[in-house]
């Protein structure tokens, strides 16, 4: 038969994601690992965007601080996806912290000056 790989982990981890269905991606993720399968910047990439369009910035946090254990450097779609999701739950220290760090890895963002809050005390973020 037909034995899934990376790609097709991915997609499907990508729509449970959509649909909401955290538990089952998650799921898939650890059959991932139990299969010898390497999570890569894609997959870690949509684990994070379902934590956080959940609203769930602590657990996107941790998956993405698991990527960088693993090894994974991430990318600006990441970042702004993670300094976006912060910024809606009201966190503009965090949000900050985030633009900081991609600034030093020499990453832009797609992030609007107009997006970044009055409260965000640190210039090289904001600019």
């Not at 269905?21 to 990439?45: H, I, P, R, S, W």
């Not at 970042?79 to 912290?97: H, I, N, P, T």
């Not at 985030?98 to 963002?109: I, K, V």
């Not at 000056?113 to 965000?120: R, Y």
Request: proline residues 2%; aromatic residues 8%.
């Amino acid at each position: 038969g037909l034995v899934p790989d990376k790609f097709m982990y991915t997609c499907w981890i990508a729509g449970l994601c959509k649909q909401g269905n955290l538990v089952d991606a998650f799921k898939l993720k650890t059959k991932m690992v139990q299969e010898g399968l390497e999570l890569d910047l894609l997959t870690y990439t949509t684990l994070v965007y379902g934590l956080a369009s959940k609203g769930l910035m602590v657990e996107a946090r941790q998956v993405f601080d698991e990527m960088l254990r693993s090894g994974i450097s991430p990318d600006s779609a990441v970042f702004d996806l993670l300094v976006r999701a912060y910024q809606k739950e009201g966190d503009m220290a965090a949000a900050s912290d985030l633009l900081l760090d991609m600034h030093t890895r020499g990453l832009a963002t797609a992030v609007r000056d107009a997006d970044c809050s009055k409260e965000c005390d640190n210039e090289v973020s904001c600019t």
